[in-house]
């Protein structure tokens, strides 16, 4: 199994500003992933972070919006720019095991607040 | 596009009574269907990988089946730390991403002792 260190865990946030979230792994991983919980709604993925690539994102989610970085095989930041109420979610970085048949493994989460 | 249905929202039982959890599927091509387990203020933590129509696998109290079209998880005997949110999630050929999971909104369970 992967343990996922995200940083930080909470955050209350003014409207217009923006947020970084950190996300280290214990392992190299290619593949990690970012995750929205929206409240009443489903996990929903952001977008898919390999090192050395941009990133690929979801429908509806866009790089000027949620910019990811993936320096290296074992962290990953996402960046949540320019925040209104709406963006007010958990979000989780999630990577997949290494022959673990696609399972992934999540971190913590990160809730954030937007006023 | 892939859909996840999960029922009942929520479920309240006393500890001993046991029960099901449903998630109803739309797929073009199952991959794998995950359940996992999530406490308040946690992310996620994996239960269980089904693979075809019906696999079954236990984990102490908790089993689950799966057919061509719905997954349950069955909870034998509760006890209140079996309290969390469960989610369903699969995974299809189909979708854009390899590794994309397609999650349920969940069922909040509530054991009470």
């Given at each position: 199994s992967a343990v996922i260190s995200q940083k930080p865990s909470r955050d209350i946030c003014q409207r217009g500003t923006s947020l970084t979230i950190q996300c280290q792994v214990d392992s190299q991983v290619t593949m990690m992933f970012w995750y929205r919980q929206q409240p009443g709604q489903s996990l929903t993925l952001i977008a898919t972070a390999n090192q050395g690539s941009e990133a690929t994102y979801e429908s509806g989610f866009v790089i000027d919006k949620f910019p990811i970085s993936r320096p290296n095989l074992t962290f990953s930041t996402l960046t949540v720019s320019n925040?209104?109420?709406?963006?007010s979610s958990i979000y989780l970085c999630s990577v997949q095991g290494l022959g673990s048949n696609e399972k992934l493994f999540f971190g913590s989460g990160t809730q954030l607040s937007v006023l | 596009e892939d859909q996840v249905t999960q029922s009942p929202e929520a479920l309240r039982l006393q500890e001993g009574e046991s029960s099901s959890l449903n998630c109803s599927y739309t797929v073009s091509g199952l991959r794998g269907l995950f359940w996992y387990r999530q406490d308040p203020g946690k992310g996620p933590e994996f239960l269980f990988t089904l693979y075809s129509a019906g696999e079954e696998k236990e984990k102490e109290r908790l089993k689950a089946t799966l057919t061509k079209k719905e997954s349950f998880l069955h909870i034998t005997a509760p006890k209140p730390e079996d309290s969390a949110t469960y989610l369903c999630a699969v995974q299809s050929y189909s979708g854009g991403s390899n590794y994309k999971l397609t999650f349920g909104k969940g069922t909040l369970l509530t054991v009470n002792p």
């Open positions: 925040m209104s109420p709406e963006d | -």
